[in-house]
């Protein structure tokens, strides 16, 4: 039966259904109220967490490829302040060298080759410089396929970060790449790291060194308070450095420079120490060798000229001091430019060495030797009694130098020291002064002839002066003229006879009048022009022979020549000779060449060598001054020889002392042995005379003959010669 819509019943029925309605609808608008309350909340707390850890938020859109931004400003104050919205292309945003990148790790995430989107580029937010940043995120909506529509995530500015790797890179680049070993200890001083030049210094690999204390670099060469004051000091102060010596793992020692620095870093705060080490053994070494080289000759291993200096001025300042007196000696070898110049300076070099010793085994220790340079020497002597006690010690030098030096392979070189003394405080007040006046006081011992010592003294100043002068006006002998020769004749003892001359060289300046030899022939050896002058005083000697032979003088009668070492050394001296003898029409028998006894044992084994090309020739060979030397009977039987010339010194009391008549008879009768002729020089009275003819001397030259004159006057006394009466009566015309 249908119901009455007035019924009572339904209409409670519909009101019911409608207040089931509302009551459904409030509370699906209640809850929608509180989802949406929720999801502003949530996205509060996203936009909160994103802006408390500077993160960005970023949607793409798959088939649009378009981005969508929430960007937000760690720097801001409220929250509602942080939030900015923007929709940019991806091209746009993305720096182009880094878009390529960006897009493959998108489309690998899109296409499922990756599960994430990871990142890094450069982007451009509304025109600001590119900054870095690091982008992550995911698919986040796919259609009912599964096909990716949308990507979200988040992206962070790692521009600092960035840098911060750069940088930390390039600092571990640069630790690794350093000559110098780092380390890093903890507090115990155990390794902690160790660079690569650390295994490279101290031979431990850092495998090998991490976690080994320190202790295993210590060297023996420091106590162990020496290490320990050195970490409690890095301990108090936080730094420590200084030189120090060190052990390698193969137990070698190395000098080391070494740097240590705290730095914080350990766990809670503990402190760990920074060491830069530097291997400085060589460095140290370079710089020894540096100051060697800058103190003492290398050669000799003697102090230097600086060194001389810093000694001598020490030693004056302690004389000064205490009231004292000093001696400077200054030495000079005698003729070793031309040992030098024949030997080879190999060989000059050994010379060197032997002096340098033999000096310092007669001087000990107590005294200082210093080499200046070249063959010159000086001694000081200090605290002195008296001037004499500096004379003593320069005969000791030159007696030391009697025997001949020993150089390689046993070869023995006979050569003299001239020595020259200067006094403190007599001679002068600084270093300078001393070396300067003690070398003045050498060259006038050389001026003297050599192998002798000289004290200084004012007069010695214009002598060094003249000679200055003399050397100037040396050069030009040649040219003005001013050089000539005399000849002295020579006689027989056996028929009186006048058997030859010795040509005497003489120089006449016009500025210094008469020169006497020893004056200027030791200058023209120094300088070199005796090579010149030489030539020319053998020319005019087989020139002047050559005439008196065209006058019709016996060819019988020879002219001899002296030979300075310096022409002897010299390789073609022998052609010149052989030249001079073509040119002049001379025969080789009539030229005599006179060598003294110094210069032909300076180095006796090649002399003999050399002389033998004259002997070829056919000259005959003289040794002059003989006996004033130190020569060895087993090199004089070698060398070619002809005949020996005893000194005037020996001569000159043969008659009244037995000592220089029992070493002329000597001399006379082991040249006879050898079977050489012997001529004594400077005779110049009847009883030498009668001596010598006693004793068996073959012939005689000196003033009792004659005296040295020009070729003309020579020439006439020659010819008035009258053997006989000289004979008869013993004496000359």
Same mark, same amino acid.
């Given at each position: ?523 023209? *050896?120094?300088? !070199? +022009?005796?090579?010149?002058?030489? /030539?020319?005083? %053998?020319? @005019?000697?087989? =020139? $002047? ?36 003898? *073509?040119?002049? !029409? +001379?025969?080789?028998?009539?030229? /005599?060449?006179? %060598?003294? @006894?110094?210069? =032909? $044992? ?132």
């Amino acid at each position: 039966m249908p119901t009455d819509p007035a019924d009572p019943r339904v209409l409670v029925a519909i009101l019911l259904l409608l207040a089931l309605a509302a009551a459904a609808a409030l509370a699906y608008r209640n809850r929608t109220r509180r989802r949406l309350r929720r999801l502003g909340e949530r996205g509060d707390r996203l936009r909160m967490a994103l802006w408390a850890t500077g993160e960005h938020y970023w949607e793409y859109d798959v088939a649009s490829q378009a981005l969508h931004l929430l960007l937000l400003e760690p720097g801001a104050d409220h929250l509602s302040d942080v939030t900015r919205e923007q929709d940019v292309r991806l091209e746009r945003l993305v720096h182009p060298d880094d878009r390529e990148a960006v897009e493959r790790a998108i489309q690998d995430c899109v296409d499922g080759r990756t599960r994430s989107v990871v990142v890094e580029a450069r982007v451009n937010i509304d025109g600001q410089e590119p900054f870095w940043t690091r982008a992550r995120g995911r698919v986040v909506r796919r259609d009912p396929h599964g096909r990716p529509l949308r990507l979200a995530g988040t992206a962070r500015d790692v521009s600092r970060s960035r840098q911060a790797e750069r940088e930390r890179r390039i600092a571990a680049q640069v630790l690794h790449s350093m000559d110098e070993a780092v380390s890093v200890v903890d507090a115990s001083f155990n390794f902690i790291s160790v660079n690569r030049a650390f295994t490279r210094i101290t031979g431990y690999p850092a495998e090998e060194a991490i976690g080994r204390g320190a202790g295993m670099l210590d060297s023996d060469q420091h106590d162990a308070s020496f290490y320990r004051h050195m970490r409690e000091t890095l301990q108090r102060q936080g730094h420590w450095k200084g030189e120090m010596w060190q052990q390698r793992k193969d137990g070698e020692e190395f000098l080391c420079r070494l740097v240590c620095s705290a730095v914080t870093g350990g766990a809670e705060g503990e402190a760990q120490y920074v060491t830069v080490l530097t291997d400085v053994t060589r460095q140290k070494r370079a710089e020894q060798e540096l100051l060697y080289l800058a103190n003492f000759d290398t050669l000799t291993n003697l102090p230097n000229r600086s060194m001389l200096s810093e000694k001598l001025s020490r030693a004056i300042v302690r004389a000064r001091r205490q009231d004292g007196r000093i001696a400077l000696l200054f030495l000079d070898l005698d003729r070793f430019k031309d040992v030098n110049d024949s030997l080879g300076h190999a060989a000059g070099d050994r010379i060197l060495r032997a002096a340098a010793k033999r000096l310092q085994q007669t001087l000990g220790a107590q005294h200082t030797v210093a080499r200046l340079g070249g063959d010159e020497f000086t001694v000081v002597l200090e605290d002195l009694e008296s001037p004499d006690q500096a004379e003593r010690t320069a005969r000791e030098l030159i007696m030391a130098f009697e025997a001949p030096l020993q150089i390689d392979g046993g070869q023995e070189i006979a050569i003299s020291p001239s020595i020259g003394i200067s006094l403190y405080p007599e001679h002068g007040q600084v270093p300078t002064e001393l070396i300067k006046r003690a070398d003045t006081a050498m060259y006038q011992a050389k001026a003297a002839g050599r192998r002798t010592f000289m004290r200084y003294d004012d007069a010695m100043d214009v002598a060094t002066r003249t000679r200055a002068t003399l050397s100037g006006a040396l050069r030009k002998v040649l040219d003005r003229g001013e050089l000539r020769l005399a000849y002295q004749p020579r006689m027989s003892l056996a028929d009186s006879r006048i058997t030859g001359v010795e040509a005497l060289l003489r120089w006449s300046s016009d500025e210094h009048g008469e020169v006497p030899p020893a004056d200027f022939i030791p200058l023209a *050896e120094e300088s !070199g +022009l005796i090579l010149e002058i030489g /030539e020319w005083v %053998l020319r @005019e000697a087989c =020139l $002047m022979l050559g005439r008196w032979q065209q006058h019709g003088m016996d060819k019988g009668l020879s002219v001899s020549v002296n030979v300075s070492a310096l022409q002897l050394q010299r390789g073609d001296f022998p052609q010149v000779v052989r030249q001079v003898l *073509e040119d002049t !029409g +001379l025969a080789p028998g009539s030229l /005599e060449l006179e %060598l003294t @006894e110094s210069v =032909l $044992m300076a180095n006796a084994e090649q002399t003999a060598a050399r002389l033998q090309a004259f002997r070829d020739i056919g000259v005959p060979l003289a040794i002059d001054d003989f006996g004033t030397g130190y020569s060895s009977l087993a090199y004089l039987k070698r060398l070619p020889l002809t005949a020996i010339k005893v000194d005037k010194a020996f001569v000159d009391d043969v008659s009244t002392d037995p000592d220089d008549a029992a070493i002329t008879s000597t001399i006379i009768t082991m040249a006879h042995s050898l079977g050489l002729k012997v001529v004594a020089e400077g005779v110049e009275t009847e009883a030498q005379v009668r001596f010598l003819r006693s004793r068996g001397c073959d012939e005689i030259q000196g003033f009792w003959v004659a005296p040295p004159m020009d070729g003309h006057a020579c020439l006439a006394f020659i010819r008035s010669w009258e053997p006989r009466r000289a004979l008869a009566t013993g004496a000359a015309p």
